[in-house]
Nanobody, 118 residues
Framework: QVQLVETGGGLVQAGGSLRLSCAAS????????MGWFRQAPGKEREFVAH????????NYADSVKGRFTISRDNGKNTVYLQMNSLKPEDTAVYYCAAREVRRPYDSWGQGTQVTVSS
């Protein structure tokens, strides 16, 4: 099992930036992909971005391409989400998740609130 702890959420004005961090512990050697998801009030959880733990290739939701950047520091077992040009519609609880190869995401953090004011 991998334990995940997110930090870095908060309140920011539209157009501003935030950086989220997700620290992993436990069976970190088993991590294949780490991702960020978000859930806005009254909506389903949605994919934001992911990064391959080895190699570092990335993928983004269309809604955040060009504004958000996912990165990782394997030495610190930490993944980051740099969020620029934030919009009110980015307001949500952001979750970090991890999965092993050929398995679904099954390790989740507790979530961190991001609120973007207009």
């Amino acid at each position: 099992q991998v334990q995940l702890v997110e930090t870095g959420g908060g309140l920011v004005q539209a157009g501003g930036s935030l950086r989220l961090s997700c620290a992993a512990s436990g069976r970190t050697f088993s991590i294949y992909v780490m991702g960020w998801f978000r859930q806005a009030p009254g909506k389903e959880r949605e994919f934001v971005a992911h990064i391959m733990w080895s190699g570092g290739s990335t993928n983004y939701a269309d809604s955040v391409k060009g504004r958000f950047t996912i990165s990782r520091d394997n030495g610190k077992n930490t993944v980051y989400l740099q969020m620029n040009s934030l919009k009110p519609e980015d307001t949500a609880v952001y979750y970090c998740a991890a999965r092993e190869v050929r398995r679904p995401y099954d390790s989740w953090g507790q979530g961190t609130q991001v609120t973007v004011s207009s």
